[in-house]
T-cell receptor, first 114, second 111 residues
Framework: AQTVTQSQPEMSVQEAETVTLSCTYD???????LFWYKQPPSRQMILVIR??????QNATENRFSVNFQKAAKSFSLKISDSQLGDTAMYFC???????????FGPGTRLSVLP | EPEVTQTPSHQVTQMGQEVILRCVPI?????FYWYRQILGQKVEFLVS????????KSEIFDDQFSVERPDGSNFTLKIRSTKLEDSAMYFC?????????FGPGTRLTVL
């Protein structure tokens, strides 16, 4: 069975600073996808970034980037130049089988402080 | 940009009543999903649906739950006899491949 772990239930960061959210996962699959979703207070689930396991290059999306370590089964999210609007729950998610069998981590609540 | 929509945004019901939550997935997507998120907890998979049938379901998705695609656009989740513990946000999602696109959710409150 696939599992996703996020060891930081809560984090805070000062506005304009950089923060890294951790995620580890366990799977026996070789081809899979990893995602970070953001859930602001509105509770909408918003895709932040995705990473295909077969790609060695770490994904980046503007201020968001990942550090994907396949051997270590680690997938951390770095947010640079944090903004107040980044305050949200962040969920790490895993899927194989072309997008089915999504498994979410328990989430990290990030607060960006002015 | 196309998006997944859900109605209603908030549903209040009495314990034991039936509720139907509605979703309109993105039109060219083939896979549809329902998830549940109890307040303050993680997102839990309920069921996936492909080619007009359930492809996978979790332990949560017991006989009280059913899904249907009654026409070419809607995808519904029915809870036959709601319990207090069914109070949660219910998210619909769809995808063509890989990442899932989520609707805004329906907040279900069972009194």
């Amino acid at each position: 069975a696939q599992t996703v772990t996020q060891s930081q239930p809560e984090m805070s960061v000062q506005e304009a600073e950089t923060v890294t959210l951790s995620c580890t996962y366990d799977t026996s699959e070789n081809n899979y996808y990893l995602f970070w979703y953001k859930q602001p207070p509105s509770r909408q689930m918003i895709l932040v970034i995705r990473q295909e396991a077969y790609k060695q290059q770490n994904a980046t999306e503007n201020r968001f980037s990942v550090n994907f370590q396949k051997a270590a089964k680690s997938f951390s999210l770095k947010i640079s130049d944090s903004q107040l609007g980044d305050t949200a729950m962040y969920f790490c998610a895993f899927t194989y089988n072309y997008g089915q069998n999504f498994v979410f981590g328990p989430g990290t609540r990030l607060s960006v402080l002015p | 940009e196309p998006e997944v929509t859900q109605t209603p945004s908030h549903q209040v019901t009495q314990m034991g009543q039936e509720v139907i939550l509605r979703c309109v997935p993105i039109s060219n997507h083939l896979y549809f999903y329902w998830y549940r998120q109890i307040l303050g907890q993680k997102v839990e998979f309920l069921v996936s649906f492909y080619n007009n049938e359930i492809s996978e379901k979790s332990e949560i998705f017991d006989d009280q739950f059913s899904v249907e695609r009654p026409d070419g656009s809607n995808f519904t989740l029915k809870i036959r006899s709601t319990k207090l513990e069914d109070s949660a946000m219910y998210f619909c999602a769809s995808n063509p491949m890989a990442e899932q696109f989520f609707g805004p959710g329906t907040r279900l409150t069972v009194l």
